[in-house]
């Protein structure tokens, strides 16, 4: 994973698997737990079928039985791969070039190629901008005279036309 986070900064584990377009543990241990049921129902000779229908009395009864989950995700006609859609989404700004896809989230991240992290990677002289502050991304966007945003933070989020033109300009670079 990490090389599909950029290997810029930490990425919240909730978008790794959207980044990456595996599906989330989860679900691919209930599409697992299917698979191993049914290859067990299919072969009568193996022994586990004797404790499989509850009637083995000398064992432990388990609060949450495999069987029981993989039979009901079976009854709901569970689908790996339309069970993740429905959990995740395209976010707003998802069709747009790379490059400023790539800049949208960097200023949603708040992780960029701005001084302070080269400056930190040792790959710049100092961590400060032209205007003299330290720069981060949230200083080139929000606080910077030369650079802010004249906009909401929030536009980002939303990838309002405004912000996307903002991203795009020619003094913008992150």
């Not at 994973?1 to 930490?10: H, L, N, P």
């Not at 980044?19 to 209930?30: C, D, G, K, M, V």
């Not at 039985?65 to 079976?74: D, G, H, K, Q, S």
């Amino acid at each position: 994973m990490r090389m599909i986070a950029g290997v810029i900064k930490s990425t919240p584990k909730e978008w790794l698997p959207v980044l990456s377009h595996i599906p989330p543990p989860n679900l691919r241990r209930i599409n697992a737990l299917i698979g191993e049921y049914n290859k067990i129902q299919q072969n009568q000779n193996l022994p586990i079928h004797e404790g499989v229908d509850g009637t083995n009395p000398s064992r432990l009864i388990s609060r949450k039985p495999p069987t029981r989950t993989a039979i009901t995700a079976m009854d709901e006609e569970f689908s790996l791969i339309g069970s993740w859609h429905n959990i995740s989404h395209e976010p707003p700004g998802f069709h747009l070039s790379r490059k400023s896809l790539s800049a949208l989230n960097r200023v949603r991240t708040e992780h960029g190629r701005c001084a302070y992290a080269m400056h930190k990677w040792g790959k710049a002289p100092t961590p400060f901008c032209e205007c003299g502050a330290i720069q981060t991304v949230r200083h080139i966007v929000e606080e910077c005279p030369r650079t802010a945003y004249s906009g909401k933070s929030e536009d980002f989020l939303t990838a309002t036309p405004e912000s996307i033109a903002y991203l795009n300009s020619p003094n913008f670079y992150l």
